[in-house]
């Protein structure tokens, strides 16, 4: 069984920035595909970025060039960086995992950018 623990969400003024940490544990971290998805108030769950085992990355289009994924398999966590933030970005972020056909997903960790 995967467990995925998120951290690093919070409050921050518009153009701010925060870091966001998904620990994994229970799984082969290093194989897996991984990713970031948000979900805001009475909106679908979307996706913000992925990142493949071998680092490969893509991004929604609404962030690009403002959010980094990047991972570490030595330390079985995966990061998103993210600057320049806008209130748009406020919702709940959700780390995901992937590997041999299954899926598994974190609790959740609120992001809330004011204006």
């Known amino acids: 069984q995967v467990q995925l623990v998120e951290s690093g969400g919070g409050l921050v003024q518009a153009g701010g920035s925060l870091r966001l940490s998904c620990l994994a544990s229970?799984?082969?971290?290093?194989?897996?595909?991984m990713g970031w998805y948000r979900q805001a108030p009475g909106k679908q769950r979307e996706l913000v970025a992925h990142?493949?085992?071998?680092?490969?990355?893509n991004y929604a289009d609404s962030v690009k060039g403002r959010f980094t994924i990047s991972r570490d398999n030595a330390k079985n966590t995966m990061y998103l960086q993210m600057n320049s933030l806008k209130p748009e970005d406020t919702a709940a972020y959700y780390c995901?995992?992937?590997?041999?056909?299954?899926?598994?997903w974190g609790q959740g960790t609120q992001v809330t950018v004011s204006s």
């Open positions: 995901w995992y992937f590997s041999s056909g299954s899926q598994y």
């Open positions: 229970g799984s082969i971290f290093s194989i897996a595909t």
């Open positions: 990142i493949t085992r071998s680092s490969s990355t």
